[in-house]
C-alpha cells in the first residue's frame, strides 16, 4: 500500500493554480489511516513527549491519534475566536492579509516537550506560527510533522531555519 495513492488531488480548489490535496480519502482508508499515525509516531516512539499540539482542524484529526500513541496530552491550536479560556495569540502572514492563531494560555507548562502535526505543510507560515506560540508560553518544541510536504513552497526549510526538526512522508511536486 502507497499512502501517496490513498492522498486525493484536486485540481484547482479552492482557486485557480492551486492543486488541494485532500486526505479525507486517507482518513478513511483503515490501512492508510493507521500506516500514516504509525509513522508520524516512530521517531518519537519511547521519548517523553510530554504534549502534542494539533493545528485546526486536520491537525485534530492526526495529532489526537498521535497523542494517544505516544501517552501524552494534546493540546488544539484553533483560528481566532474559537477557544473558551483566556488565549495568547499570534498573527501571520498569508499570501494575501493576515490570519491569526490561539492556544489556551495554561495548555503549556514551560518546559513541556511538544510535538507539532498539522496534515499538510505549504510556505509553513501556520506552522512557523504555531511554533512561535508555543516557544512563548515556554515549551520545547521538539518536533513538527506532517502526512504532505510540498517542498517547492520552502516551508519545510523555514522551520528548519528556526532550528526546529521537520518530518514528512509524502511530498509533492507544485503548489
Ligand atoms: P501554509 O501555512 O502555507 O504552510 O499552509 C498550511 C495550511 O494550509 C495547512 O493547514 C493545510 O491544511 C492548508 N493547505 C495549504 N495548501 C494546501 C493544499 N495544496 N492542499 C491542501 N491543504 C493545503
Known amino acids: 500500500m502507497n499512502l501517496r495513492d490513498t492522498i486525493r488531488s484536486i485540481p484547482d480548489h479552492p482557486k485557480p493554480g492551486i492543486i488541494f490535496r485532500d486526505?479525507?480519502?486517507?482518513?478513511?482508508d483503515p490501512r492508510a489511516f493507521r500506516r500514516s499515525v504509525d509513522e508520524l509516531v516512530q521517531p518519537y516512539a519511547g521519548l517523553k513527549i510530554d504534549k502534542v499540539a494539533g493545528i485546526e482542524a486536520r491537525g485534530?484529526?492526526?495529532?489526537?491519534a498521535v497523542a494517544h500513541q505516544l501517552s501524552a496530552g494534546f493540546v488544539p491550536i484553533r483560528k481566532k475566536g474559537?477557544?473558551?479560556a483566556e488565549t495568547a495569540s499570534i498573527t501571520y502572514?498569508?499570501?494575501y492579509g493576515v490570519d491569526e492563531i490561539e492556544i489556551h494560555r495554561d495548555a503549556i507548562t514551560p518546559g513541556e516537550k511538544v510535538l507539532v502535526v498539522d496534515d499538510l505543510i505549504a510556505t509553513g507560515g501556520t506552522a512557523a506560527a504555531a511554533v512561535e506560540l508555543l516557544q512563548r508560553l515556554g515549551a520545547d518544541v521538539v518536533g513538527t510533522c506532517f502526512v504532505i510536504d510540498l517542498p517547492e513552497l520552502g516551508g519545510a526549510d523555514k522551520l528548519r531555519a528556526m532550528k526546529v526538526p521537520v518530518r514528512s512522508l509524502v511530498a509533492f511536486e507544485g503548489h
Do not use: D, M, Q, V
Open 23 to 28: 486526505i479525507t480519502t486517507l482518513l478513511g
Open 60 to 64: 485534530f484529526i492526526l495529532g489526537g
Open 82 to 84: 474559537k477557544l473558551p
Open 93 to 95: 502572514a498569508l499570501e
